[in-house]
Every structure is written in C-alpha cells, then in structure tokens.
T-cell receptor, first 112, second 112 residues
Framework: SQTIHQWPATLVQPVGSPLSLECTVE??????LYWYRQAAGRGLQLLFY??????ISSEVPQNLSASRPQDRQFILSSKKLLLSDSGFYLC???????????FGDGTRLSIL | GNSVTQMEGPVTLSEEAFLTINCTYT??????LFWYVQYPGEGLQLLLK?????DKGSNKGFEATYRKETTSFHLEKGSVQVSDSAVYFC???????????FGPGTRLSVLP
C-alpha cells in the first residue's frame, strides 16, 4: 500500500532563518506531488505541484521554493523565513485520472 | 476557472442531529468530486468521492451525491456524533489538469 511521510511534525524557526521540509511517498511510482499551506483557521493554498523529477510549478509567488530531486521526494525550502510563512504545511500525492489526493500529517511551522 | 463554494460555518449541532454541508462547484468538463475531513492538528483524510454524475459516495455514515444538473455535492449524515467534530473540505479535480481545487472548509462542532 502507498504511504506518505512528512517531517518534521512541528518546527519553530526565527525570522530570517532557512527552511527545509521533506516529504516522501512509498508504494507508488511517478506520483504527482503537491505542497499546500493552511493558515490558522483558513482553507488550503496550493503552493507548488510537480508531475515529475525536476518539474515544479509554482502557484503563488513568494519566498518559498520546491524541489523534486527523486521520483518520490518533494522538498519545500526557503533561504530566509518571514513571519508570514507561519502555518500548517501539507504535502500530498495523487496519480493521474479521477483518483483523489492523499495527504501527509502536516508540519506546523511557527516563526518567531 | 474551476472553483468550489461551500458554507464556511462554523456549524454547531447537537449529537444525533442531521447534518448537511452544502457544496457547489464550477468546472469545465466532468470533474471528480471529493469530501475530505481534517481533525484537529492532523492532515486531510479522504472521506468519500464520486467520479461521475449521479454517483453517490458514502463512508462512515456520510453520503454525498454528484448532481450535475445543480453542480452540487452536498455532504449529509443522518446522526452526527461528537467524534465528527472536524473541518470538512469539498474538492474537485477535472480531468484536464493535475490540480485539485478545494473549498474554504466548513468547521463542524458537535456538542454532547
């Protein structure tokens, strides 16, 4: 069966520090991968999605970036965090067609 | 473009009450429709899905019917429990792109 792992579960970082969140998927090949952000009490905002290694589409201009160095690995990064980057970050995967997305457990990021 | 509209709530019900959360959508073609549930501090879990008109998705006592004529996918449950307290997201995926579109989420609180 397929599983998705996302870590860390919680992270507290100072303003201006770098960020690296990692997401890996097991049990499937060539998945579509997604990064979402959920601000407190708000809906989901799609940040990035990827349909293959090295292929990244950005939905919202910001100081975050994403990379996909391997087929089942998706990384969310920042060189210098802002206070507004606080939130709950969710990784998800899906396959093509009418299939649903499957989400990781999320990373709660607090910027001080 | 594609969009999903749902009642934002919060919705507060007593245990054993009947639940309806409305969801309507705008999309080209024939999208797949989904309901996700997010319990506090967790990622999103797929609750149910429907991939074509008149399909009924069901799971854990929840149901939703894909109504193409009204472009709706309302979530219903006959008797809610305290453990159903969560945020519910309606979502769609069209068959032309790789992305999912989520509604803003509806917070449900069930009181004993």
């Amino acid at each position: 069966s397929q599983t998705i792992h996302q870590w860390p579960a919680t992270l507290v970082q100072p303003v201006g520090s770098p960020l690296s969140l990692e997401c890996t998927v097991e049990g499937t090949s060539n998945p579509n991968l997604y990064w979402y952000r959920q601000a407190a009490g708000r809906g989901l905002q799609l940040l990035f999605y990827s349909v293959g290694i090295g292929q990244i589409s950005s939905e919202v201009p910001q100081n975050l970036s994403a990379s996909r160095p391997q087929d089942r690995q998706f990384i969310l990064s920042s060189k210098k965090l802002l206070l507004s980057d606080s939130g709950f970050y969710l990784c998800a995967w899906s396959v093509q067609g009418y299939q649903p997305q499957h989400f990781g457990d999320g990373t709660r990021l607090s910027i001080l | 473009g594609n969009s999903v509209t749902q009642m934002e709530g919060p919705v507060t019900l007593s245990e054993e009450a009947f639940l309806t959360i409305n969801c309507t959508y705008t999309a080209t073609g024939y999208p797949s429709l989904f309901w996700y549930v997010q319990y506090p501090g967790e990622g999103l879990q797929l609750l149910l899905k429907a991939t074509k008109a008149d399909d009924k998705g069901s799971n854990k006592g929840f149901e939703a019917t894909y109504r193409k004529e009204t472009t709706s996918f309302h979530l219903e449950k006959g008797s809610v429990q305290v453990s159903d307290s969560a945020v519910y997201f309606c979502a769609l995926k069209d068959n032309y792109g790789q992305n999912f579109v989520f509604g803003p989420g509806t917070r449900l609180s069930v009181l004993p």
